[in-house]
């Protein structure tokens, strides 16, 4: 007897062909989701590498104006440079933002990791690698 199996939300629904009928197993456990920082926390960047924020005009209206100058005291503090770039808005990740691209020392690019959603101090901190 062959079983096809679909799973749809919370369960896992069988199909036994020889019976033309679905089954429905137990509700599937749902997992916690990240909490909103933790996908942002990284390793304390070394000194000499670049954080670039985004200050295009999506991201400036989403909070980077407010954290450029947390990124600028802090990361000037721990010898990381601080740079801006202004997107046109048509990136794939402007609705995210704002964005900040993250350049660690040695790392070469062309292609670094970029953070999304980087509105709050305690954002910049996680970025930063710094509690």
Do not use: W
Request: aromatic content about 6%; charged content about 20%; hydrophobic content about 35%.
């Amino acid at each position: 007897m062959t079983i096809s199996y679909l799973v749809a939300s919370s369960a896992v629904l069988l199909f036994a062909p020889s019976t033309s009928a679905f089954l429905t197993s137990a509700p599937l456990p749902l997992k916690k989701l990240n909490t909103r920082s933790s996908p942002l926390a990284a390793e304390p960047l070394e000194s000499g590498s670049t954080v670039v924020v985004c200050t295009g005009p999506t991201c400036s209206k989403n909070g980077s104006k407010k954290t450029l100058p947390i990124f600028k005291q802090l990361g000037e503090e721990m010898g990381i440079n601080i740079e801006t770039f202004s997107c046109v808005s048509d990136c794939a990740e402007c609705g995210l933002g704002p964005n900040v691209e993250v350049r660690k020392k040695g790392h070469e690019g062309p292609f670094y990791p970029i953070k999304n959603g980087i509105k709050t101090e305690e954002d910049v901190r996680s970025v930063l690698g710094i509690s």
